[in-house]
């Protein structure tokens, strides 16, 4: 099967089997480095990648999924303003993910980001996030948005983070785009 798509800025036209997930195309054909799966089969998450926007595990994906796709693995990432917000973050909340799953819970935060940012734009009242986050904050109860950040972080089963830390650092990421935007203003 011939495919074209695009991974870490660059486009790709290649054949292959339908079926080789993106995983070994990643490791084996375009030798990324930072690709690593402990497990080869959808237990660890450490192979995440961010499909069109999304993370994905790419043990799971089959060549097929690829045709038009745009690929970032977190090589390419971590020369980002994006990802030099998370990293600050995670210094500003003191926890970081161990060596084995930070890129990958680094690249599941970016696609939760994003995915939070574009309902956001949906509401209203932007400052309606914040407003709803603090009053769960005090009251103990988990947000929807909460709820997602935990649901997404499933995707890597390294448990080296708690889920209340990966929702700051989510947020906290949030609010530093929010505010440099605003500047830009």
């Known amino acids: 099967m011939n495919i074209d798509c695009n991974i870490d800025g660059k486009n ?3 054949s292959t089997n339908s079926d ?6 990643l490791i084996e054909d375009l030798e990324v ?3 690593m799966s402990l497990c080869k089969g ?11 926007g999304q993370a994905v595990l790419s043990c799971l994906v089959p060549a097929f999924k690829l045709q038009g796709a745009v690929i970032q693995t977190f090589e390419s990432f971590k020369k980002t303003r994006a990802y030099r917000d998370i990293d ?7 926890c970081t993910p161990c060596r084995q799953c930070y890129a990958s819970k680094t690249l599941i935060i970016e696609s939760v980001i994003q995915t939070l940012e574009r309902s956001q734009s949906t509401l209203s009242n932007p ?3 914040n407003r709803v986050r603090r009053e769960s904050d005090m009251e103990g109860i988990r947000t929807e948005e909460e709820k997602l950040i935990i649901r ?3 995707l890597n089963s390294c448990t080296c983070t ?3 830390e990966l929702v700051k650092i989510v947020t906290t990421c949030i609010d530093y785009r929010r505010k440099r935007n605003v500047r830009r203003s």
């Open 12 to 14: 790709y036209s290649f």
């Open 20 to 25: 080789k997930p993106l995983l070994q195309i």
């Open 33 to 35: 480095e930072s690709m």
């Open 42 to 52: 959808a237990y660890c998450g450490n192979c995440v990648v961010l499909m069109d």
């Open 88 to 94: 600050r973050a995670y210094k500003e909340i003191g």
């Open 127 to 129: 400052m309606e996030f």
């Open 152 to 154: 997404e972080l499933g």
């Open 162 to 164: 708690q889920s209340s």
